[in-house]
């Protein structure tokens, strides 16, 4: 599942300054990154250096043990990250990476091969486009983008480029996903009727609260006042003077300055949409991925704050039904305050696949349980856990050459999916999460969001790339 990141980011208005002096030299901006060889080492840059971005040095670090890659600099309007990622590139690598407060500074140094982006959900977009302009190719975390105009603008940039867009939905690249895509695909369960998801954790996401798994039901209240007190009385580590809180907003309305926005940014509707930002988006992907779909059809969400009443404004409970024009529906569930087996169910009308945990979890199991020769779909059973009758041949799916499979699954450092792009970098190809991928996730969550704003129904318009209020003709 995603970590409870920093949302740190770093963003100037610099295209005109940059093109002046690509265009002083007789350079384009596709012309501007370095040609890799594939025995030339690969040179990274974080842009945005909060918790996520641990992950992605971590993750570089270990894709260097098979290719040469290195990471060169780090990026963030707040020192005190920016200062906290160095040093942690200094231990993985053993260099001193150059450091910059703002992004246009680090994009004009030309050794740079590419650049990862883990800052807020609302910066994604905005960001990919500037380090796709400055000839670099770009790492960019989920969700693509959270803004439909800033999802298309972004999306068109990197098709009119030449550079090399990995999205960080890493489950593209892992194997137990992959064959749950190719038995679907071989039609070995049918026609998909219906892809459900319930991903529950009991927890406050996204807090930033020690946590205490011994706490007991009867200590709520008081964990609730620690919260209260935190939010309110505890000063952070995060002082205006040490950012650019202007510059954090990146064309928000502007609001004075608060660090509980700045650090806790899933939790306001204005820069994330929390869940369906969050955990949707890697939901929807896999969906995409299983069915081959690209947007969907109509989608309706509903949900409130019902565990963590702490001042949040994004929901804790959702839900979203989405439909899709192959003719299958797909409901997302997520639950903050319980986190009773999480699972995910593709009902085809021959077989069914389970998957047995959260976001992520790599534990399938392919039947013909619910297929056509069922009625009632009923197992009368006396044991638990509850299997697939014998005759309905139930089997766990296996990926050749992966590790074993469990209800947890890889991390979100997936080495896998960098290694990915390193090598679609190093071969100038599309890479296993490309640009049409984010934007296909970005459709879904972006209407479940409004749905849920409004209180309506929305459909996508294909033709249009618009989303509207009535069914389309």
Known sequence: MTDKSFPLVDRRTFVKQAGVAIASVGMTASSYARVIGSNDKIRIAQLGCGDRSEGHVNMVRLASKEMPVETVAVCDIWSLARERRA????????LEPQSFKYSEDMLNRKDIDGVMIATGDFQHAKLCVEVVKAGKDCYVEKPFANVLSEAKEARDTVKASKQVVQVGSQHRSEPYQLAVRDIIRSGRIGGIVHIEQEWNVN????????MDTGRSAEMEQDRNMEWRKWMFDRKSKLREEDTDWKRWLLGKPYRPFDPHTYLEFRLYKDFSSGIFDQWMSHGSDLVHLWTDETYPESIVANGGVYAWKDGRENADTCVAAVTYPKGFLYTYKTVFGNSFR????????DGTIVNYGGEGASLFSVSREGGRDEYAGSVKTDRLPIVAPASDKEEIVRAAGAQPADTEGPGDDSVVHVTNWFKAMQART???????????????????????????????????EEIVDQPIS
Request: charge should be positive; glycine fraction near 6%.
């Open 87 to 94: 040093a942690q590139v200094k231990k993985a690598f053993n």
């Open 203 to 210: 927890e406050e996401r996204w807090r930033f609260v020690p």
């Open 342 to 349: 999480s699972f995910s169910r593709i009902q085809g009308r």
């Open 430 to 464: 599309e890479p296993n999460s490309n640009v049409n991928h984010g934007f296909s996730h970005a459709i879904v969550i972006i209407m479940a969001a409004q749905s849920y704003w409004s209180g309506k129904k929305l459909y996508w318009n294909p033709k249009t």
